[in-house]
């Protein structure tokens, strides 16, 4: 793993979407999606992100990507703020920084060949000749385990795991530095999944990747990361090393979302805390801390203020009034 | 409970024998579900695990007679004594959402978004136990607090967009359970949520269960929410079932290889992190079966013979079976 100078920097992210009512579309309110996020990643790590739907994981890896513009924040990519570039550059800098989605049927183009989908960066970018990409295209497909010879395919004749394997083939067209991976296994059979994880892990070694691994399984986020952090309501809840996390989980959220997963063993013996209610919306956030109406140990304190972020153990931050 | 046991004492609430399903694509028949059995006892709640594709969804649609032609349902499914398959459309509409309830995945589509809630739970006390629409209504509320539904009276004039998706499964729930039925199936029920609110649902069907005597059958992918709640376990992959078993002979000693390569194919919440197992290749698709065994061209350990024949259910020890020549003659 690389010393040094980060790869990735995020300082203080957010994105709030405004609510727009009536004729003018008057904006009466703000979903905070992402309200302020810091963290930093070092080439060849992976951090995963996890929380469940609505708490702004997946806003948040695609604000870094600027794919949506962040309302606020940095995000400091090998030393350049990628949020105060222009458009042209942005583009270049897309090369370093691509992405993955959820959806292998949906973020294919049905109309075009795997050879057209694959080499369509390759041309945005000018690189190289028709038949250089084109041997580019095979070789990729050969690395993320299809035969080159479907190159000349549409997406319909693919199975999902096979689909998902021609998006992670896209994604690394530009030979980029930075994937960030939307869910990329949960539309997935389990047993394609594990195939789809190793492809992961086989790549990141071979072409020293960095990923940012949004999901709301956990145990596959465990598997794959190196850094977990929590999400809850567009906030950080926790942070610590994949394996830290798991061992001594601080946060009473996390702690409840880790009992909250159901383990295949019959004879797993373990204290299930059911959390109450749903998450509030993230357009009307609860006062203090975001987690205090469901927190089984909530305090006063809980609903006046909001935690600041702390390291309570050594690479071990969280957000919590009880610590 | 009691009143179940009685009744039912030595009689399975549902028996499918031989059950065959076959989907009619361009013109031909492709056969999606190839000589299915089980049986579940009273109280006891069965899960039947595969992957996408297997036939564990439209095996529990047919047990409800709502696959419609051209679709061909043949085989047996004997539900307390009466074969479901041969009923009349009018007799079998006493059976479902009566005796059967059935929650599905996605419970925003399949609750009517124009009416209210209380007036779909309602519908079928009015239509099975011709209630009075003001008795109707009392009792939905009644139910909606009893599957923890919170202003369960205001709760019973919203309509389903104004819930979550949990509490839209609750509601799902309220109405399968309104009637008191004997079975209660239940296809992805938690697959659309998330992990604490998946917790709360299924507790809730545990416990509902556990009060009423209810018979389970649970479709799910998940083998986590299997070991949980499950008392057995049948594994389907491409149209069959390759290993039945309790819960623990199934986790503890998988015989099958397609059990034992997806158990250790998760990734696992505790211990080393170690590289995962996957099995290779892909489903079959339904146009393309594999003579023989189906797993065959996916299985690590597979033989001529698994090419050229489809093996039996092997039982490998009382009340646990494997699909498989390597169980052939039992262990």
């Not at chain 1, 797993?268 to 927190?295: M, V, W, Y």
């Not at chain 2, 296809?187 to 018979?215: F, H, R, Y």
């Not at chain 2, 079932?241 to 919440?269: A, C, D, M, W």
Request: proline residues 6%; neutral net charge; hydrophobic residues 35%.
């Amino acid at each position: 793993m690389a010393q040094g100078t980060p790869l990735l920097e995020v300082q203080g992210l957010k994105k709030y979407f405004p609510i727009k009512r009536g004729v003018f579309r008057h904006t009466v309110g703000h979903v905070r999606a992402v309200d302020g996020v810091d963290f930093t990643l070092r080439a060849g790590e992976t951090l995963g992100v996890v929380g469940e739907s609505g708490c702004g994981k997946s806003t948040m890896g695609r604000s870094v990507l600027r794919l949506i513009e962040p309302s606020a924040g940095n995000v400091i990519f090998e030393g350049k703020d990628v949020t105060k570039l222009s458009k042209s550059q942005m583009r270049a800098m897309r090369r370093e920084m691509q992405l993955v989605f959820q959806d292998p049927y949906a973020s294919l183009n049905p109309r075009n060949t795997i050879a057209q989908t694959l080499m369509e960066p390759m041309q945005i970018h000018n690189i190289g000749t028709r038949s250089s990409q084109m041997e580019r295209v095979r070789s990729l497909l050969d690395r993320v385990g299809l035969d080159p010879e479907y190159a000349n395919r549409y997406p319909h004749e693919f199975s999902g795991g096979q689909r998902q394997r021609i998006g992670i083939a896209r994604a690394l067209t530009l030979n980029p530095k930075l994937i960030i991976l939307d869910e990329p296994v949960a539309a997935l059979d389990v047993s394609v999944q594990s195939q789809v994880l190793n492809l992961l892990d086989d790549l990141q070694e071979d072409f020293n990747l960095t990923y940012i691994f949004v999901a709301h399984d956990l145990s596959v986020v465990r598997h794959i990361s190196d850094r977990i952090m929590v999400m809850y309501l567009g906030n950080m809840a926790e942070s610590a090393d994949s394996d830290e996390l798991f061992i001594d989980p601080l946060h009473p959220y996390t702690q409840a979302l880790l009992s909250a997963v159901p383990i295949p063993d019959p004879d797993a013996k373990r204290e299930r805390i059911i959390l109450q209610g749903d998450l509030p919306s993230p357009a009307n956030p609860p006062s203090g801390c975001p987690f205090h109406t469901r927190c089984p140990m909530a305090m006063d304190v809980c609903k006046r203020e909001k935690p600041v972020w702390k390291e309570v153990k050594p690479n071990h931050q969280v957000a919590c009034h009880l610590y | 409970m009691s009143k179940v046991l009685e009744s039912t004492d030595l009689q399975n609430v549902l028996e499918v024998k031989d059950l065959q399903i076959e989907f009619k694509v361009d013109e031909q028949y492709y056969k999606a579900v190839h000589g299915v059995n089980f049986h579940i006892a009273p109280g006891e709640t069965l899960g039947l695990v595969g992957e996408s594709g297997c036939g564990k969804s439209v095996t529990s649609m047919s047990i409800m007679r709502l696959l419609k032609d051209p679709t061909k349902v043949s085989g047996q499914i004997i539900y307390q004594g009466r074969d479901l398959l041969k009923l009349t459309e009018n007799q079998m509409r006493q059976v479902r959402g009566n005796e059967i309830g059935m929650i599905f995945q996605e419970p925003m589509t399949s609750l009517n978004p124009v009416h209210k809630i209380g007036r779909q739970i309602g519908e079928t006390l009015l239509l099975h136990r011709g209630m009075s629409a003001s008795r109707a209504r009392k009792e939905s509320i009644e139910m909606l607090k009893r599957v923890g539904i919170p202003r369960a009276e205001q709760i019973v004039d919203e309509y389903p967009h104004q819930l979550s998706g949990g509490m839209r499964q609750r509601v799902m729930i309220a109405i399968a359970m309104a009637c008191n039925p004997s079975l209660l199936i239940a296809d992805e029920p938690t697959t659309a949520l998330d992990v604490t609110i998946q917790a709360q649902i299924l507790e809730l069907m545990k416990q509902l269960a556990k009060e009423n005597g209810t018979s389970i059958l649970l479709i799910t992918h998940d083998l986590g929410v299997v070991a949980e709640t499950c008392d057995r376990v049948a594994v389907m992959y491409a149209g069959r079932i390759v290993e039945e078993g309790s819960v623990r002979k199934i986790f503890k000693n998988p015989q099958h290889p397609y059990t034992r390569g997806l158990l250790n194919s998760i990734p696992k919440l505790t211990g080393e992190r170690k590289r995962l197992e996957p099995i290779e290749g892909n489903v079959p698709s339904l146009r393309n079966m594999p003579d023989g065994c189906r797993f065959a061209p996916r299985c690590p350990f597979a033989m001529d013979k698994c090419v050229a024949h489809n093996p039996e259910l092997f039982e490998v020890e009382d009340g646990h079976r494997s699909r498989c020549f390597l169980q052939e003659g039992g262990q």
